[in-house]
């Protein structure tokens, strides 16, 4: 037995919502982790979290986001209840409204996922990261964008570009790797000559790249990239 088997047992097992499992425990993706995927949801593993599982519209979402390799990272509680004061934060239509609605949140190391409905007319899917960028889906269409990746500056002509790793990958001039999350890695690695934590916060995006913003803005530097407005190499994040 492990903390994954714990978690299965203590939501009751087959009787779970969870039902059945599908596969045997295998590790993340990120080689850090552990999970098991069961037929209506998963639980995941990671030693500073412990097991939770995710299920239904909030694992969706989880999901289209690439699980743990996306800025939420992993589960840090079970699917639970919304609290008044997170219905306050979501809601601004009509609160009390929402209260009568089926209303769940899912917790991770880097934001939360709600499912939950304003009107029980409509129902969202809303992410929000604990830099506070909030990204809202209405019946799974996309109403803006999750912000990814940082922002660097030309400090002659003030345009801006976003630290991607699409664009990290033009300034390379390659193309884009095929592969899982570890291709990308030693792809990066040997195009950029950067440092393992900076190519796994590039690829990942979030607020983990703004720990290493004077060092990727000094690579932007160094390659020569030029403003494409201006013409000057002369970025700041
Ligand atoms: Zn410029």
Redesign the pocket.
């Known amino acids: 037995m492990n903390e994954i088997d714990d978690k299965y047992k203590e939501l009751g097992s087959e009787r779970s919502f969870l039902g059945r499992p599908e596969q045997d425990e295998r590790p993340c993706p990120d080689g850090l982790g552990r999970y098991r995927q069961f037929k209506l949801g998963s639980i995941h593993w990671h030693p500073a979290t412990g097991a939770h599982e995710t299920h239904g519209a909030t694992r969706n979402k989880w999901a289209a986001m690439r699980f743990e390799l996306s800025p939420l990272g992993y589960p840090t509680s079970d699917e639970r209840g919304v609290t008044e004061a997170e219905l306050t934060e979501l809601s601004s239509d009509d609160p009390a409204a929402a209260a009568h609605s089926l209303n769940r949140c899912s917790e991770f190391q880097g934001g939360r996922i709600f499912c939950w409905s304003p009107d029980t007319q409509r129902y969202f899917t809303t992410v929000i990261l604990s830099d506070g960028t909030r990204t809202d889906d209405e019946h799974g269409n996309h109403r803006s964008r999750t912000k990814r990746g940082m922002e660097i500056k ?1 400090r ?4 801006s570009e976003k630290t991607t790793v699409e664009f990290i990958v033009k300034i390379i001039g390659g193309a884009m790797p095929l592969g899982g999350f570890w291709a990308w890695v030693t792809y990066l690695l040997a195009g950029t000559g950067l440092a393992l934590p900076i190519v796994i916060a590039i690829i990942t995006g979030g607020v983990g790249i703004l720990v290493f913003k004077n060092e990727i803005v000094q690579w932007i530097v160094n390659r020569g990239y030029k ?1 494409p ?4 190499v ?1 970025w700041e994040a």
Do not use: E, I, Q, V
């Open positions: 030309c002659k002509c003030g345009h403003c407005k201006c013409g000057a002369d």
